[in-house]
């Protein structure tokens, strides 16, 4: 089968998409309109077609490139990865069938921008042949924008393998674990864009709450990732008093991810806006063994078994992540016993063979309607 996937080339989901398709026998195409920035590379099996760079015009002005690419190669589908540029793009482009992924904000966000977004949005989602979501709530929000819209839930998955945990359950050679240790440093942290859609600066607020309301404890923040917000965030920490405490690392490739969260106690995402809609780093986590603390937003609570396998607090709270992270603290065995079916839940619904299973399977049905 011979997919043309269009898509943002330096976002890891596309990215992992395409390679584990390919992975499976398919031929993958992925026609963007961004130059790739090397940090995840794609599998040597999948083709890129580079098809213009000129910012948020380009998505228009590449239409015709695509209409030729998609004459030359002609795939069985064509699947745009987000409902806004490339989602647009695909549309223009008339190619059939049509697969439109919608990702968070592209559904929760943009349409509220102005009623022409809105309209735009609803557009691409209506004129697709079919919808694929990452989450049930972006299901029911996208339904809203387009009630006619046949939609499949197609989750990111993980790989369990690569994001697994020290131990394989907690017995008593975990007590050891900082958790578990009132003279070890307990190590907080997040793997997040530095953007404002993520609340890194409430994880700072709450994380100087730690230091400041428990000083009998040792603790560390890292926060791995780039984005605008590196500058603020640190003069943050400082006017805080916590900036030796607090480390900043870089993004890393997503192979790299696992040695990151695996030096967490705890892992907090307390993201503010509800086009979060699935929260793969979360789910990521969980696999790793490392207990969770959300925020109660798009597709958050979903992931992590609406509040079984996390703490789930409200978003701009950080006294209430600063009361999670301390009860965390007061029941350790009982925090890591959590974490241990955290991974278990990750391991029935979000293994990454049966996301792509279900993709794979998608592909088929989408292809035989058309045969």
Known sequence: MRVLITGYINDIHVVRWCNALAQRGLDIHLATVH?????????????????????????????????????RLNPDL??????????????????????????????????????LHRKIIAGNIRKADHIASTSHIMKQVTQRLCSQAHITVTPFGVDTELFRPHYDQVTEDTHDAPLFNRDSTITIGTVKKLTDKYGIDTLIQAFA?????????????????????????????????????????????????????????????????DGESFGVSIVEAMATGVPVVVSNVGGLPEVTG??????????????????????????????????????????????????????????????EKRL
Not at 40 to 57: F, K, M, R
Not at 240 to 260: I, M, N, R, S
């Open 209 to 273: 709450l730690l230091v400041n309301n428990l000083p009998g404890r040792a603790f560390k923040l890292e926060i791995t990732g780039n984005g605008p917000l590196k500058t603020k965030l640190q003069q943050q920490a400082r006017k805080l008093g916590v900036a030796e405490q607090v480390t900043f690392y870089p993004a890393v490739p997503h192979e790299k991810v696992p040695d990151q969260l695996r030096r967490l106690d705890v892992f907090v995402a307390v993201s503010r806006r």
């Open 35 to 71: 130059r790739s920035d090397g940090m995840n590379a794609l599998d040597e099996t999948v083709t890129a077609h580079q098809l213009s760079e000129l910012g948020g015009i380009g998505y228009l002005t590449a239409v015709p490139a695509l209409k030729r690419l998609a004459s």
């Open 306 to 367: 609406y509040g079984r396998h996390a703490s789930i607090i409200p978003p701009d709270d950080p006294e209430r992540i600063f009361q999670a992270i301390h009860e965390y603290l007061k029941h350790p065995r009982k925090v890591l016993l959590q974490a241990q079916a955290a991974r278990e839940h990750v391991i029935r619904t979000y293994s990454w063979s049966t996301c792509v299973d279900t993709v794979v399977h998608l592909y088929q049905e989408i292809k």
């Open 78 to 115: 064509i699947h745009a990865h987000y409902a806004g540029g490339y989602g647009t793009m695909t549309r223009l482009s008339g190619v059939r069938p049509f697969l439109l992924s919608v990702y968070g904000d592209d559904v929760f966000e943009t349409p509220k921008i102005s009623w």
